[in-house]
């Protein structure tokens, strides 16, 4: 059985980090957690005593920044694969058996990652990671790799030198370009492996000094150059767009750049839904799930809705459905949720599923 060592680097409190904790801890046996807690808050040091005896690993204390602590990790826990989870991500239930079974199917591997699903703040499903794609020279281009959806075989990363410790932003890209290029053997699941938190205090949305340099450097050095520019381009619009736009200005303006791109399981990307959307969802509160809010914007009234639990639709009013479960949900559970609209209705977009809780 393929065995994972999984880093998980926190600078400061996160009230997802007990959530990544226990989508970890939900993986089952064959799986070892490092902690790396720079924060010098007390509560990660709790959340460590009372998780201590089942981390493999566990450090509080100053550290060089992020890739530091990944590399630390890895460097005191055991497993033939490696992987990283940040404090405001969450692996869904099952992700490394399906890690472990593509594995299985294609000997010779070197690395396999999946599709992502956004979250907000509050746990709410608010999207697909739309730029995820199948592997191929694109990844030269921009990330095509969810980190958090992302695990790779320790001897492939370790033949390319490894992570850089001198990036903060980027490096993940330039690991994933470095094995590439390497020839590794890159495999794709073609499902929700995490739940990604996105927002404007990310750093995925940041576009600071450091970032934009060190963006400039693996652009300049690996996309081809009649890119080069349209690529950082793209960056810069995207982060911009995510830090000063006014809400209702963002959504107007990125549903018009978002028209044209892929569906991922019937959702654009921009939120419409073309005839029948796939909503994927996982818990790890520590209290049992009652039911999902779906909020879309458009007529509800002939939508048709299916969950892969049994449950009693309650109510629709304006653009909600909600949705109570027959039995309550615990934590490490997933819900796969079916939205379709009428042929003959108009434009039906999703929002976001939210959970409801004891």
Not at 182 to 191: L, R, T, V
Not at 224 to 249: G, N
Not at 315 to 324: E, F, I, M, N, T
């Amino acid at each position: 059985m393929s065995t994972f060592a999984i880093s998980v680097p926190v600078g400061a409190w996160h009230p997802f980090l007990p959530h990544a904790l226990a989508s970890l801890k939900a993986q089952g046996p064959g799986v070892k957690v490092a902690l790396l807690d720079a924060s010098g808050d007390p509560r990660v040091q709790a959340l460590g005593d009372a998780e201590d005896a089942w981390l493999a690993y566990r450090r509080h204390g100053k550290d060089k920044g992020q890739s530091d602590a990944i590399l630390e990790g890895w460097a005191n826990v055991d497993g033939d694969w490696l992987g990283w989870l940040n404090a405001d991500d969450i692996l869904m239930p099952g992700a490394l058996g399906r890690v472990r079974s593509k594995i299985a199917d294609e000997p010779g591997i070197d690395l396999v990652y999946g599709q992502s699903t956004i979250i907000d703040g509050e746990s709410a499903m608010t999207g697909y990671h739309f730029n995820v794609e199948r592997p191929g020279p694109r990844l030269l281009e921009g990330c095509i790799i969810s980190q958090p959806s992302c695990f790779f075989k320790r001897s492939t990363y370790q033949s390319v030198g490894g992570l850089n410790p001198d990036l903060h932003y980027v490096m993940d890209w330039e690991l994933w370009i470095r094995l590439y290029k390497s020839n590794a053997k890159f495999a794709f699941i073609d499902e929700p492996m995490s739940q990604v938190l996105w927002g404007a205090d990310t750093k995925s949305a940041s576009l600071n000094e450091r970032r934009r340099t060190e963006l400039r450097a693996i652009i300049s050095e690996h996309t081809p150059e009649p890119k080069q520019k349209e690529i950082f381009r793209a960056f810069a619009i995207h982060a911009i767009a995510d830090m000063i736009w006014p809400r209702f200005l963002k959504k107007k303006a990125l549903r018009h750049l978002r028209r044209v791109g892929q569906r991922l399981y019937g959702l654009r990307a921009d939120g419409e839904i073309a005839d029948q959307a796939s909503l994927a969802l996982a818990h790890y509160f520590d209290v049992d799930a009652t039911g999902v809010e779906i909020e879309l914007e458009g007529a509800v009234e002939n939508v048709s809705v299916e969950a892969s639990v049994p449950y009693v639709e309650h109510a629709r009013s304006g653009g909600l459905v909600k949705l109570v479960f027959d039995e309550p949900l615990p934590s490490g559970q997933q819900v796969s949720i079916k939205v379709t609209k009428p042929s003959d209705s108009a434009m039906l977009f999703f929002k976001r599923a939210v959970w409801k809780l004891r």
